[in-house]
T-cell receptor, first 112, second 110 residues
C-alpha cells in the first residue's frame, strides 16, 4: 500500500457544525502533515506530527484541532468554521523529517 | 515570509522542446528539495527530488538541478509533452517542515 487515503472527498458543513477529516497511511511513515490549499495558491502547512506527537503548529486557529490516534491515522476535527475556511485540505506523510512526501487526494471542504 | 519562491506564474512551450521551471529559497536549513505536479482538485503528485549533497538528479525526462550557493533549483523536462501540462510546485524541506512555492502553470502546446 503506497497511498495516503483521505475521507471524505467532499464535505459541506454549516458554521455551527462539528465534523472530522480523516487521513490514513500504511507505509510505516512516522511523520504526518495537514496542509490547507486555497484555489490557485500553494499548499500551506498547518500541522506536523512526528512519531504521533505534534511537532509543528503553524498558528492555526483553535477551531481546527488535530489528533493522531496512532502512527497510521491522522484526524482534523473542525468546529465553528468560517466561510473563509473553505479550501482543499491535504494530508501527507513521509518516512522521516525530510525526503519524499506522499499526499492524499484531499478533502474539498465548503463552509456555508 | 516566502521561504520558497517561484517567480514565473506561467510557462508555455512547444511540444518536444525543453521546459525549464525555476525555484529560489531563502532558508539555509532546507536540505531536501522536491518538485510536485498538480492537477485541479487533486493532491500534489511527487515528481522528483534532490538532496542538498547533490547538484543534479535525473529521472527519465525530468532532471532537477540544485545550486546551493545561489539557493536556486530548477526542473528541466525534455522533451516536453502535452500531458506535462499542469501546475508544478517546488518544495523545500528540512527539520520536519516543508514549504511550497506558489507554483508555475506549464502549458505544452502540440
Amino acid at each position: 500500500d503506497t497511498e495516503v487515503t483521505q475521507t471524505p472527498k467532499h464535505l459541506v458543513m454549516g458554521m455551527t457544525n462539528k465534523k472530522s477529516l480523516k487521513c490514513e497511511q500504511h507505509m510505516g511513515h512516522r511523520a504526518m502533515y495537514w496542509y490547507k490549499q486555497k484555489a490557485k495558491k500553494p499548499p500551506e502547512l498547518m500541522f506536523v506530527y512526528s512519531y504521533e506527537k505534534l511537532s509543528i503548529n503553524e498558528s492555526v486557529p483553535s477551531r481546527f484541532s488535530p489528533e493522531c490516534p496512532n502512527s497510521s491515522l491522522l484526524n482534523l476535527h473542525l468546529h465553528a468554521l468560517q466561510p473563509e475556511d473553505s479550501a482543499l485540505y491535504l494530508c501527507a506523510s513521509s518516512q522521516r523529517d525530510s525526503g519524499g512526501y506522499t499526499f492524499g487526494s484531499g478533502t474539498r471542504l465548503t463552509v456555508v | 515570509d516566502q521561504q520558497v519562491k517561484q517567480n514565473s506564474p506561467s510557462l508555455s512551450v512547444q511540444e518536444g522542446r525543453i521546459s525549464i521551471l525555476n525555484c529560489d529559497y531563502t532558508n539555509s536549513m532546507f536540505d531536501y528539495f522536491l518538485w510536485y505536479k498538480k492537477y485541479p482538485a487533486e493532491g500534489p503528485t511527487f515528481l522528483i527530488s534532490i538532496s542538498s549533497i547533490k547538484d543534479k538528479n535525473e529521472d527519465g525526462r525530468f532532471t532537477v538541478f540544485l545550486n546551493k550557493s545561489a539557493k536556486h533549483l530548477s526542473l528541466h523536462i525534455v522533451p516536453s509533452q502535452p500531458g506535462d501540462s499542469a501546475v508544478y510546485f517546488c518544495a523545500a524541506s528540512g527539520g520536519g517542515d516543508m514549504r511550497f512555492g506558489a507554483g508555475t502553470r506549464l502549458t505544452v502546446k502540440p
